[in-house]
């Protein structure tokens, strides 16, 4: 095993609001191998964007990252000065962003945003640079890219934007790239096109790639390795086999079942995952998926679950875990996936009383 | 580069200002001509004197054939002569005091530019610091004091109380064309004049700013590593002076009416000095000139602000 091109360890990031202290990021822990694909998973609103922002300092006020360490060839990001960070950045660690259109500048040309970003750092000679734009856009696929380098982001449609700025994240040879949600404005073509453009480059240019998604299908397209993160945290870790046929925390294991299948039954409805994410300013106690866990036991309301090794290479943050579930609770055949439906606990003074809650854990409830 | 489509835009702009320029004039001249008194009131003249004059300058005719008589040498170059200094020529008079004028709203028009963005950009980078609060402060002080308030209070100041600072620079001789020490000389009354119009450039620029620092393009600057004072400037500052530029118009438009009160004030002998002369005097004719002149500045003005737009935004085109 390689040493690791990022650590971050023990990450927290909150946001100081008026509102209160939201905790976005709260104590993320993760490293990628070189030329590594890793893909973290979550809903909006999980700390996957503010996690990969945290990385290049790119976090605005309110926000701030409060702990942690962010280890990049041996040097902690969080502890260099504004001008060594802006040195990495765009040069070994590159990113690229969500909605390809309003992240590029309306007001300026495309190949200029691409030659800016090699001018900006001394990787690539400046007599090189527009030769390089060019054959960058080529690269990733732009036709009549000599002319097109030319054109203002108005004239590019969504999936050729994309791609410029996927020309713009390459142009320096990063070590890592990191792609926020690069697919999500795209329609369903040129996201496979893209993810295939990805694949290709990482392949190429041996850059490792942190792929940030909702989606569990592009994940399962590029990436390796998969990080999947529920209300700040990180609930799972695991190959991406791992993660689709064995999850063991229950949210990735609802998350999956709530992807729509092509071969699944048509009358069977789709499961969606009860409630919502929870307050990232007044968390609950203990495992923050409880309000909405099938699986939850009287432990989950009082003390917070560690990540901990639940197969080689495959890390997860639950008290019950799947294997569990499936084994005591009837995970395999239960319909009902409401709060407690599955292990029958409910917080004190609601349906059921704290005292039945073992026996009820010990008795699968359907079957 | 301009383009043919941009080419055909300006030609239907300048038809537009000359139809505009048609209808200033034909109703500036009908109403200064019914105003009651008249250019020769003072001078005692009477009956058969009285018609003599009237039939020289050719004011005994039809209304109508004097607006004629007046559009068709005015389409030569010649606006005619004036009634108060009898028989002067207007067309270099005026000339003389749009050179005096131009510079001084010029001038104006430089301070807001730059101070106006300056103070907006700085305030939105120190948002809420003692930075931002004295610009913006500045800047309301600019855009709600009425520029004859600070006009006369400059001239107590540096006229009065310091004549020896200025050297005595605030006089403006009757004829001066403003050719020589010019910015010396024009520099307080192109301040006072640009004053206003740097608060609301600030105003907008700060506003503009604040929105633009917000956008994902400005997050996807930074994150390529460029320097700060280059997002700001080349991303953040462009995309902010789209709508600087659409109160461009007006503010020229306000430069140019402050220009009127400042010129008076201070004694310049430019277009808006004349401007209030003339009315006084009945001097139908240079008011007419006059009107016309500022038609034609305000419809250039606009012109140029619109062809602006797509030097700064691509995606306007005409």
Redesign the interface.
């Known amino acids: 095993m390689t040493d690791p091109i990022l650590e971050v360890r023990n990450l927290s990031t909150h946001f100081f609001t008026d509102d209160g202290e939201v905790k976005a990021v709260r104590g993320v822990s993760f490293s990628v191998a070189p030329g590594e694909t890793l893909g973290i998973v979550g809903e909006s609103g999980c700390g996957k964007s503010v996690t990969a922002m945290s990385v290049?300092g790119?976090v605005q006020r309110p926000g701030k990252v409060v702990s942690g360490e962010i280890m990049f060839r041996g040097h902690d990001l969080l502890k260099l000065t504004r001008e060594e960070l802006?040195?990495?950045?765009?040069?070994d660690i590159?990113?690229i962003?969500?909605?390809p259109l309003?992240?590029?500048?309306?007001?300026?040309?495309v190949g200029y945003q691409i030659d800016?970003?090699m001018y900006?750092?001394d990787k690539i000679a400046s007599n090189a640079v527009e030769r390089r734009g060019i054959d960058l856009l080529k690269q990733v696929r732009v036709s009549d890219a000599e002319r097109r380098i030319k054109d203002?982001p108005?004239q590019f449609s969504g999936g050729m934007r994309q791609r410029a700025?996927i020309a713009?994240g390459l142009s320096n040879k990063p070590d890592l790239l990191i792609a926020d949600e690069p697919t999500t404005a795209l329609d369903v073509t040129v996201q496979a096109q893209i993810l295939e453009l990805l694949r290709d480059l990482n392949e190429q240019t041996g850059a490792a790639i942190i792929l940030i998604t909702h989606n569990l299908g592009v994940v399962a397209g590029l990436c390796k390795r998969v990080l999947v993160m529920y209300a700040g945290e990180i609930v799972e870790e695991g190959t991406v086999e791992q993660i689709f046929e064995s999850p063991q925390h229950p949210y990735t294991w609802s998350l999956l079942r709530s992807v729509p299948r092509i071969d699944a039954n048509r009358g069977h409805r789709l499961l969606s995952i009860e409630g919502l994410p929870p307050d990232l300013i007044d968390l609950p106690q203990g495992c923050k998926f409880n309000p909405r866990c099938p699986f939850r036991v009287e432990r989950c309301f009082t003390e917070s679950p560690p990540i901990e090794q639940v197969a080689p290479a495959q890390h997860a943050a639950c008290w019950v875990t799947m294997e569990r579930a499936y084994a005591e609770m009837g995970a395999g055949t239960i319909t009902d996936t409401s709060p407690g439906a599955a292990s029958g606990v409910h917080p004190a003074g609601r349906s059921l009383p704290p005292a039945e809650v073992p026996a009820a854990i010990a008795e699968p409830v359907s079957d | 580069m301009p383009t043919r489509g941009t080419l055909i835009y300006i030609a239907q702009r300048l038809l537009l200002i000359v139809f505009t320029l048609l209808a200033v004039s034909f109703l500036v001249f009908i109403t200064v001509h019914s105003l009651p008194g008249s250019a020769f009131e003072s001078e005692r003249v009477h009956g058969k004197a009285l018609q003599l004059v009237l039939h020289q300058y050719g004011l005994d005719r039809p209304i109508l054939v004097q607006y004629w008589s007046f559009l068709t040498s005015a389409i030569q170059g010649n606006l005619g002569v004036s009634f108060q200094i009898r028989g002067l020529p207007i067309t270099p008079l005026v000339m003389r005091e749009l050179s005096v004028s131009a510079e001084l709203g010029g001038t104006a028009l430089l301070i807001t530019i730059g101070i106006g963005t300056t103070f907006g950009v700085l305030a939105a980078m120190r948002q809420n610091t003692w930075v931002d609060y004295t610009l913006t402060s500045i800047a309301v002080v600019g855009y709600s004091v009425p520029s004859f308030v600070l006009a006369g209070l400059g001239e107590l100041i540096f006229a009065y109380w310091l004549p020896t600072v200025t050297n005595g620079a605030i006089q403006y001789p009757a004829n001066w064309t403003g050719t020589y020490g010019t910015l010396v000389e024009l520099s307080l009354p192109a301040i006072i004049l640009g004053f206003y119009t740097s608060g609301q450039v600030t105003r907008i620029t700060r506003a503009a700013m604040l929105e633009v620092l917000q956008?994902?393009?400005i997050?996807?600057?930074?994150?390529?590593?460029?320097?700060t004072r280059?997002v700001t400037v080349?991303?953040a500052l462009?995309?902010a002076l789209i709508p600087v530029i659409s109160i461009l118009g007006p503010l020229v438009i306000s430069i140019i009416t402050g220009s009127v009160i400042i010129e008076n004030i201070f004694g310049i002998p430019g277009l808006g000095k004349e401007f209030v002369e003339s009315i006084l005097g009945a001097d139908y004719n240079v008011t007419v000139a006059v009107f016309t002149v500022y038609a034609l500045l305000i419809g250039i003005a606009n012109l140029i602000v619109d062809l602006l737009y797509t030097v700064?935004?691509?995606?306007i085109r005409y």
Do not use: C, W
């Open positions: 290049l790119l802006r040195n990495i950045r765009g040069r590159a990113m962003f969500q909605d309003s992240s590029l500048n309306p007001v300026l040309r800016e970003a900006a750092h203002f108005h700025m713009m | 956008q994902d393009y997050r996807t600057a930074r994150a390529k590593g460029l320097k280059v080349r991303h462009r995309n700064v935004d691509p995606r």
